[in-house]
């Protein structure tokens, strides 16, 4: 069964300052990754997504991540932080030709960016 | 512009009583998905649909139902089998092939009166 970890439940940067979320996952075939970006009582909203080629992603709002297959790992990093950036922040993986789609996620890491 | 709409925003339950949410999407997507987020524990899939007249459980289906007789809709009950229903709902959808992404609505937050 394929399982995500972020490690991280909560994280505190501040504004202007760089940014890496991590994610592991578990899965015996190549996966597919993505990650999305929670506001408070709002829906997620895809920041980026890896298939595969290129093991470093961009994506919107100027995050990228990379892909270490060797690490299983998949973080999430951004160069410098904007006060906007105040979210939870979910890693998501699912499985080539699996049934439905399904995605796991990963228990969210909250970010808090201090003035 | 397509999207995924949930309703209502807010939903409030009497003890014994079952509700039910709405999801409807535009995006022609063939799967969808509801979703209950509790604090601290990420996303966890109650149940999905790859095709009309169809679904199959997910990983918390007990005390939830479903059905799928249109495309666009794919409505949540909530019974009162479920004894703790006090959390966040999200519906998703995604063209049935693998590797894609998942499309999010807004959220319905139900609360035990």
């Known amino acids: 069964a394929q399982s995500v970890t972020q490690p991280d439940i909560h994280i505190t940067v501040s504004e202007g300052a760089s940014l890496e979320l991590r994610c592991n996952y578990s899965y015996g075939a190549t996966p597919y990754l993505f990650w999305y970006v929670q506001s408070p009582g709002q829906g997620l909203q895809l920041l980026l997504k890896y298939f595969s080629g290129d093991t470093l992603v961009q994506g919107i709002k100027g995050f990228e991540a990379e892909f270490k297959r060797s690490q299983s790992s998949f973080n999430l990093r951004k160069p410098s932080v904007h006060w906007s950036d105040a979210a939870e922040y979910f890693c998501?993986?699912?499985?080539?030709?699996?049934?439905?789609?399904?995605?796991?996620f990963g228990g969210g890491t909250r970010v808090l960016v201090k003035p | 512009d397509g999207g995924i709409t949930q309703s209502p925003k807010y939903l409030f339950r009497k003890e014994g009583q079952n509700v039910t949410l709405s999801c409807e999407q535009n995006?022609?997507?063939?799967?969808m998905y509801w979703y209950r987020q509790d604090p601290g524990q990420g996303l966890r899939l109650i149940y999905y649909s790859q095709i009309v007249n169809d679904f199959q459980k997910g990983d918390i289906a007990e005390g939830y139902s479903v059905s799928r007789e249109k495309k666009e809709s794919f409505p949540l009950t909530v019974t009162s089998a479920q004894k703790n229903p006090t959390a966040f709902y999200l519906c998703?959808?995604?063209?049935?092939?693998?590797?894609?992404?998942?499309?999010f609505g807004d959220g319905t937050r139900l609360s035990i009166l």
């Open positions: 995006l022609n997507h063939d799967a």
């Open positions: 998501a993986v699912g499985a080539f030709k699996a049934a439905g789609n399904k995605l796991t």
């Open positions: 998703a959808s995604s063209p049935e092939q693998s590797n894609q992404p998942q499309h």
